[in-house]
Nanobody, 114 residues
Framework: QVQLVESGGGLVQPGGSLRLSCAAS????????MSWVRQAPGKGLEWVAS????????YYTDSVKGRFTMSRDNAKNTLYLEMNSLKSEDTAVYSCGTEALDYWGQGTQVTVSS
C-alpha cells in the first residue's frame, strides 16, 4: 500500500522557520522526480518545489526562492522542505508526491501568524 505521510507543520510567527518531512512507503522514491505542493484556504493547488530523482537539481516557484530548500534522502525514502523567513501568505496545507504515479499525501498544515 502506497503512503506518503507529511509531518512538521504547525503555527509559526512571521519570519520563523519550519522543516517539513515526507515519509514514503509502498514504493521507492529514488526513481522519481518528487514535488511539494500547497493549498491555501479558499485557493487552488499551487506547486511549490520539485527535486530530481538523485537530488542533483531543485526547482522552486518564484515566491519561495531563496527562502525554501527541498531535499531528499533516498536511503530513508524521505523528502524534506526547509522553510525559512516564513510569511503569512505561506499559510497552507503542504503535500508531497509524484506526478508520475499520481501519489500524494494528505498534507500537513502550516500557519504563519503573529
Amino acid at each position: 500500500q502506497v503512503q506518503l505521510v507529511e509531518s512538521g507543520g504547525g503555527l509559526v510567527q512571521p519570519g520563523g522557520s519550519l522543516r517539513l518531512s515526507c515519509a514514503a512507503s509502498g514504493f521507492t522514491i529514488s526513481s522519481y522526480y518528487m514535488s511539494w505542493v500547497r493549498q491555501a484556504p479558499g485557493k487552488g493547488l499551487e506547486w511549490v518545489a520539485s527535486i530530481d530523482s538523485d537530488g542533483s537539481n531543485t526547482y522552486y516557484t518564484d515566491s519561495v526562492k531563496g527562502r525554501f530548500t527541498m531535499s531528499r534522502d533516498n536511503a530513508k525514502n524521505t523528502l524534506y522542505l526547509e522553510m525559512n523567513s516564513l510569511k503569512s501568505e505561506d499559510t497552507a496545507v503542504y503535500s508531497c508526491g509524484t506526478e508520475a504515479l499520481d501519489y500524494w499525501g494528505q498534507g500537513t498544515q502550516v500557519t504563519v501568524s503573529s
